[in-house]
């Protein structure tokens, strides 16, 4: 056999059944998560349990891009009954319910930036307080947190 013939038989890519088949912990590190995190997800109902061959579940590839598809969820603030619904709109709901499942999120984010901005507020006030009531006058801050008037 050539050199030139070698070359080419280590470059042949796997098979596609071999390719597209990966197994947990393959799976779990090239979504960046860990396994249990898989496993939770699993239990959650976001991703199918593959059928074991010889004691080893092997995942499809595209697994790796709903996991993704979770984190990225996730992060925008969807809880994982929101994902769920996502993915199950994702295979035939119409835009207006994944607009609606969209907005309702969007309307929490908004209605916790508020309350954080409150809180922010409130906080900044009892600081500004501290720093200019005298040492020996109780600390404004521990008193607003011992009563329900300011919070």
């Given at each position: 056999?050539?050199?030139?013939?070698?070359?080419?038989?280590?470059?042949?890519?796997?098979?596609?059944?071999?390719?597209?088949?990966?197994?947990?912990?393959?799976?779990?590190?090239?979504?960046?998560?860990g396994?249990?995190?898989?496993r939770?997800?699993?239990?959650?109902?976001?991703?199918?349990?593959?059928?074991?061959?010889?004691?080893?579940?092997?995942?499809?590839?595209?697994?790796?891009?709903?996991?993704?598809?979770?984190?990225?969820?996730?992060?925008?603030?969807?809880?994982?009954?929101?994902?769920?619904?996502?993915?199950?709109?994702?295979?035939?709901?119409?835009?207006?319910?994944?607009?609606?499942?969209?907005?309702?999120?969007?309307?929490?984010?908004?209605?916790?930036?508020?309350?954080?901005?409150?809180?922010?507020?409130?906080?900044?006030?009892?600081?500004?307080?501290?720093?200019?009531?005298?040492?020996?006058?109780?600390?404004?801050?521990?008193?607003?947190?011992n009563?329900?008037?300011?919070?």
């Amino acid at each position: 056999m050539s050199q030139s013939n070698v070359k080419k038989a280590s470059t042949v890519p796997p098979t596609h059944a071999r390719a597209a088949a990966v197994t947990i912990g393959t799976l779990a590190h090239a979504a960046g998560v860990g396994v249990e995190t898989v496993r939770y997800y699993q239990r959650r109902h976001l991703l199918a349990i593959p059928p074991s061959t010889g004691g080893i579940r092997r995942y499809p590839a595209a697994t790796v891009e709903r996991i993704r598809f979770i984190k990225r969820s996730q992060n925008l603030g969807f809880s994982l009954d929101e994902i769920q619904e996502l993915l199950r709109l994702e295979r035939g709901g119409s835009r207006n319910a994944i607009r609606k499942v969209a907005g309702e999120r969007l309307s929490n984010i908004r209605e916790k930036i508020a309350a954080l901005e409150h809180m922010a507020r409130v906080l900044s006030e009892l600081l500004c307080e501290c720093e200019h009531t005298a040492v020996a006058a109780p600390c404004p801050i521990i008193a607003a947190l011992n009563s329900d008037s300011r919070t």
